[in-house]
């Protein structure tokens, strides 16, 4: 069963912010939520990630609800090279882990 | 530092054969796991393994096997290929250590079973 849940599809403007939203109601304690993208034909690319505070790096930021219960993670300028299928996952912090990608949410950069 | 390697890129095998896909993890990581990605089914995990020990396992048939080596380089291997098995076969690695962990992925191996 996966864990998120994640629209199928969302398009942005290029130099629009881009808000991803993602649903992890069953996450537990001590599960972070990550987030990849997927440019076609190659492999997902480590984005951004958090527990419970909201994070910044240089590629993106991750809002996390007060419950942990959904997370957003916002481009603030969209670029046509941001067109990939993003990927939220939870996962328990190191060792055991199966991560369980779903579908992912396919964004659509447009000029 | 070099990324994730995976070999072969391409291949193309005929139903019945075995195949073995290859993946050599980033210097220091000893945590290497594999996932199979279909148009159907999206991105599935496969296996993880950590220290040469399958540390983790996905809903996959016997068929598919693995295993790492003291170099923590990991061979993956599908026996008796059927149609269904064509996709794209990621690897990834981590430290596989306590904390947060950030998986670096390859570029895969795009398997075709005709």
């Known amino acids: 069963d996966a864990k998120t849940t994640q629209p199928p599809s969302m398009d942005c403007a290029e130099g629009r912010a881009a808000n991803l939203p993602c649903n992890h109601s069953t996450i537990s304690g001590n599960e972070y939520v990550y987030w990849y993208r997927q440019i076609h034909s190659q492999g997902p690319q480590y984005i951004i990630h958090g527990l419970k505070n909201n994070e910044t790096n240089e590629m993106a930021s991750l809002i996390i609800t007060e419950d942990r219960k959904s997370s957003t993670l916002i481009l603030p300028h969209a670029t046509l090279r941001d067109t990939a299928v993003y990927y939220c996952i939870v996962l328990a912090s190191g060792g055991s882990y199966i991560p369980t990608f779903g579908r992912g949410t396919s964004l659509i950069v447009h000029p | 530092k070099a990324g994730v390697t995976q070999t072969p890129r391409y291949l193309i095998k005929t139903r019945g054969q075995q195949v073995t896909l290859s993946c050599s993890p980033i210097?220091?990581?000893?945590?290497v796991s594999w996932y199979q990605q279909t148009p159907g089914q999206g991105l599935q995990f496969l296996f993880e393994y950590f220290s040469e020990t399958q540390r983790n396992k996905g809903n996959f048939p016997g068929r598919f096997s693995g295993r790492q080596f003291s170099n923590s380089r990991s061979e993956m291997n599908v026996s008796t290929l059927e149609l269904g098995d064509s996709a794209l076969y990621l690897c990834?690695?981590?430290?596989?250590?306590?904390?947060?962990?950030?998986?670096?992925f390859g570029s895969g191996t795009q398997l075709s079973v005709l």
């Open positions: 990834a690695s981590s430290s596989g250590l306590r904390g947060p962990e950030k998986l670096f």
């Open positions: 210097s220091g990581h000893r945590s």
